[in-house]
């Protein structure tokens, strides 16, 4: 049905209720253009009002992952003129927007492609 919901495949064994129809497993995240990270969803689109109301920022790019237990992500922005205390504003706005905690990486303006993905999910890589 194209929900974009990945599953941990079909469980085919009879459930405990006596049924013995195949049934999906457990939902694990999703490809399309919302993820749920630290149990918010997000919506990169939401990201494109926070980043354009800084004038030295070009295109960006929401990286999540999950280096150890807890969900992490990264906003990967082209930036001229990158400082700690840009980075820090940044994180700020967001964090004020979405109740999200996140880190700043700067990239050299021209590094993203106009194609590139608003949202990579590292996650669902990573465990499957």
Do not use: W
């Not at 990169?44 to 929401?62: M, S, Y």
């Not at 992952?65 to 700020?92: F, K, M, N, W």
């Amino acid at each position: 049905y194209r929900t974009h919901d990945l599953t941990l495949g079909i469980q085919r064994e009879p459930c405990s209720c006596g049924r013995t129809t195949p049934r999906l497993g457990r939902m694990i995240g999703r490809t399309g253009k919302v993820a749920r990270i630290k149990g918010l969803f997000v919506f990169p689109n939401q990201f494109t009002d926070l980043v354009g109301g800084f004038a030295e920022l070009g295109r960006f790019q929401l990286v999540v992952d999950r280096p150890s237990a807890g969900d992490h992500l990264t906003l990967r922005v082209e930036c001229a003129a990158p400082s700690p205390q840009l980075a820090a504003a940044i994180a700020e706005k967001v964090k004020g927007a979405t109740r999200l905690s996140l880190d700043v990486e700067f990239l050299p303006d021209g590094s993203l492609e106009a194609d590139v993905p608003l949202l990579v999910d590292l996650r669902v890589t990573a465990g499957a």
